[in-house]
Nanobody, 125 residues
Framework: QVQLVESGGGLVQAGGSLRLSCAAS????????MGWVRQAPGKEREFVAG???????YYADSVKGRYTISRDNAKNTVYLQMNSLKPEDTAVYYC???????????????????WGQGTQVTVSS
């Protein structure tokens, strides 16, 4: 089992920044590929950013150039730095983990083995 706990969400004005954190506990963190997925009201969950177990990073087109995913294996934590936020970025953001997930599988919600509880990000115009 892997437990994931997100933090860092909140209310920010358009153009602002937030950094989300996801603390993992349980099985060896380094063997897991990590992703951030968001869900806006009335919409399905969508892939935002992923970092595979070998260090490759992947982003949805909508956030490319604005978001950065990173991990600190010593702290068992993955981060999502979000800059130049837009009102359409408003959503609940979930951290998720999959064992040695590939770049293709990182973009598939059903491929994740573990999920956090989510953290709300609200961007005001």
């Amino acid at each position: 089992q892997v437990q994931l706990v997100e933090s860092g969400g909140g209310l920010v004005q358009a153009g602002g920044s937030l950094r989300l954190s996801c603390a993992a506990s349980g099985r060896p963190f380094m063997s897991y590929s990590m992703g951030w997925v968001r869900q806006a009201p009335g919409k399905e969950r969508e892939f935002v950013a992923g970092l595979d177990w070998s260090g490759g990073t992947y982003y949805a087109d909508s956030v490319k150039g604005r978001y950065t995913i990173s991990r600190d294996n010593a702290k068992n934590t993955v981060y999502l730095q979000m800059n130049s936020l837009k009102p359409e970025d408003t959503a609940v953001y979930y951290c998720a983990a999959q064992y040695r997930g590939s770049s293709q599988r990182l973009k598939l919600n059903q491929a994740y083995d573990y999920w956090g509880q989510g953290t709300q990000v609200t961007v005001s115009s």
